[in-house]
């Protein structure tokens, strides 16, 4: 992912979050502690956070703060809580008392929150929202924090695990100007990150296989239809369930999530859990080691509006992340982090696709993979898709402007465009997309994934968004080659995107500059941190705290940190490091204790007080 300014922007910095957020190696990222309950079934336990049926179990100090009244939106459904909006003095208060599981390694509560005032002020927080648990102030907001729309919130709450306490949400407006704090769509989700038995760091289920069969309605924004996933279990310990993420659910609610998913077979389904975005299969028998097995289940995907990497832009649909895939476990245990709007969450493992679009013939259908069309009932196109070897699949829909070349190292490249985008531009981007595509290859291995795919839509407020052989972007050279550059690093040389962010986007960022030509010339000597937490290895549950300085960090000090190890240890040794590196984890996983072995491996200089300087922990 490329973030562009108001990326950077886009997720409000929780400052009042700071000592409450838990950076990457503390509790929240850790397996459970010994003596947890070995068993966890991840649960979310807000009863009516969306305000749909009623006010019923929440406690209000007035009768109307639970409310479906005009002046104010819901995030989903029709109703809301209210707090706050007279511009008099007044406190409305919010509770519902909540049992927090026992035996899961993680809780998080998370909640929708918009926030507008009549209040002028950029420096006086007037009008304040608390929110307590077990009457503890969790996190407080202000007029300060008004922002167009709603903007989800989240806090780890795994300290209270095996309590009942009452969540509860306060709000104080003085004697004038009025500040409303409306929320929606709260949850409290727990899930397992316990740790398998000692000594077994397998990641598994491994070797997915998926086949999927999709029907779109007339516009390409409704698909329904059957997904399968056949996998097999690589590790020594039994596999008695599997976890399917659903993660655009995030761009819904629990009532009415995009991505549904019914009539499971080869397992029984459990409760969604995660914010709606991990649904748990439990198997009719545990897998021994070797063993496989298939899930089978009907799929609905409903692409919401706006120009999101799953989102429409009127007529042109863009769906990323909206076929659920399977989880991981690893040393670790289930990774079943929540979704992160400021950067990427996914981590799965290498699997092959077989999928089956079938749409209107005014619609192109770009995917990930080769695709071939074929014709279907009247007026409709069947294209089929098939990927090996990809961490995800994604398509768009849409009566896109296609061009198409290939580059001078073999890859057929094609670029989309939606209305709008000049024919100069196109040209343009399949120029930059040609070039990049061998840029990168040349330097990290041959490409792999057949053709590239690239969608052009001047209105992504994220910049660009990668998947295998398929990248949504803006008209950008350095954006284009970037989301190419992702896919050796994410694509080809996968990680964990939530705990390991650097992995994917200092190194893509790095490969971006080699391609452009950028040496990064004392760009380190231009690093100033922002307090000793920071540090270039964080995870995301750190960055989604400090949006601020995600891409400051991640993107620029990371890059800059390559560059310098370049320059510490010489460019035919970088050159030869990075090869080597992504000839080595091909199709598989990195980690940074794999990456930082690896570097020392090729010098004998003493890496030790490089990586202590740069902030590379792991």
């Known amino acids: 992912m490329r973030p562009t300014p108001h990326k950077a922007l886009g997720g409000l910095a929780l400052a009042a979050l700071l000592a ?6 503390s509790a929240a990222a850790r397996p459970a502690e010994a003596g947890a309950a070995a068993d966890c079934a991840p649960a979310q336990v807000v009863a009516n956070g969306g305000f749909e049926s009623g006010t019923s179990p929440w406690t209000q100090s007035s009768g109307s703060l639970i409310t479906s009244r005009t002046g104010q939106s819901a995030h989903g459904g029709s109703a809301y809580a209210w707090l706050g909006g007279t511009g008099a003095t007044r406190t409305d208060t919010l509770t519902q008392s909540v049992t927090v599981p026992s035996g899961c390694g993680s809780a998080t509560l998370s909640f929708y929150l918009h926030i507008d005032t009549a209040e002028t002020t950029s420096s006086t927080a007037y009008d304040k929202l608390t929110v307590k648990l077990g009457g503890t102030t969790l996190a407080s907001y202000s007029n300060l924090d008004h922002a167009t729309g709603y903007v989800r ?10 309590r009942t306490v009452d969540l509860a949400f306060t709000g104080t407006e003085d004697s004038s100007l009025k500040t409303s704090f409306v929320l929606d769509d709260i949850a409290l989700d727990t899930a397992d990150t316990t740790t398998p038995p000692a000594g077994d760091t397998v990641r598994t289920p491994a070797a997915p296989d998926y086949t999927v069969s999709l029907s779109s309605d007339s516009t390409g924004t409704a698909w329904t239809g059957h997904e399968s996933a056949t996998f097999t279990n690589a590790s020594a310990d039994a596999l008695g369930e599997v976890y399917l993420r659903l993660w655009d659910n995030y761009h819904g609610t629990c009532s009415a999530p995009p991505v549904k998913v019914s009539n499971v077979t080869g397992g029984t389904a459990g409760d969604l859990s995660v914010a709606c975005t991990a649904l748990k299969i439990t198997l009719p028998q545990p897998l021994a080691k070797g063993q ?10 409903t692409v919401p509006d706006g120009a999101d990497r799953f989102g429409h832009d009127g007529a042109f649909s863009f769906i990323g992340n909206a076929l659920p895939v399977l989880a991981v476990r690893d040393g670790s245990g289930w990774h079943l982090d929540p979704y992160t709007n400021n950067g990427e969450s996914f981590y799965s493992l290498a699997a092959d696709f077989k999928v089956t679009l079938d749409h209107p013939s005014s619609l192109l259908v770009p995917a990930t993979g080769t695709s071939t069309d074929t014709p279907g ?8 898709a098939t990927a090996s070897k990809v961490r995800d699949f994604a398509w768009a829909a849409g009566p896109f402007s296609k061009i198409s070349g290939t580059s001078p190292g073999g890859v057929p490249v094609n670029v989309y465009s939606v209305s709008g985008i000049s024919s100069s531009s196109a040209q343009s981007m399949l120029s930059t997309a040609k070039s990049a595509v061998d840029a990168h290859a040349g330097r990290f291995g041959a490409y792999p994934y057949g053709e590239l795919d690239a969608v052009i839509d001047n209105n992504f407020w994220f910049g660009g968004m990668e998947y295998p052989g398929f990248v949504l972007d803006l008209v950008s050279t350095t954006a284009l080659t970037h989301e190419i550059g992702h896919q050796w690093w994410y694509g080809i040389v996968g990680d964990d995107e939530y705990t390991s962010p650097w992995l994917d986007e200092s190194f893509t960022d790095y490969a971006t500059d080699l391609a452009q030509g950028k040496t990064g010339s004392g760009c380190w000597s231009s690093v100033s941190w922002a307090s000793s937490a920071e540090k270039i290895t964080n995870s995301m549950a750190y960055w989604d705290a400090h949006s601020s300085r995600y891409s400051t960090v991640v993107y620029g000090y990371g890059k800059c940190a390559l560059h310098d190890l370049r320059r510490l240890i010489g460019d035919t040794a970088m050159t030869q490091l990075l090869k080597d590196y992504a000839t080595a984890h091909w199709y598989g996983v990195s980690t940074t204790a794999e990456f930082k072995a690896a570097a020392q491996a090729a010098t004998s200089t003493d890496l030790t007080s490089f990586w202590t300087q740069h902030r590379i922990d792991g």
């Open 292 to 301: 496989s097995a298939t899930i089978g289940f009907d799929l609905g995907i």
């Open 377 to 384: 009932t009247s007026g409709r196109t069947v294209t089929t």
């Open 20 to 25: 409450f957020s838990l950076p990457a190696g």
């Open 153 to 162: 919130k989240t806090v780890d709450v795994s300290s209270y695990a095996g």
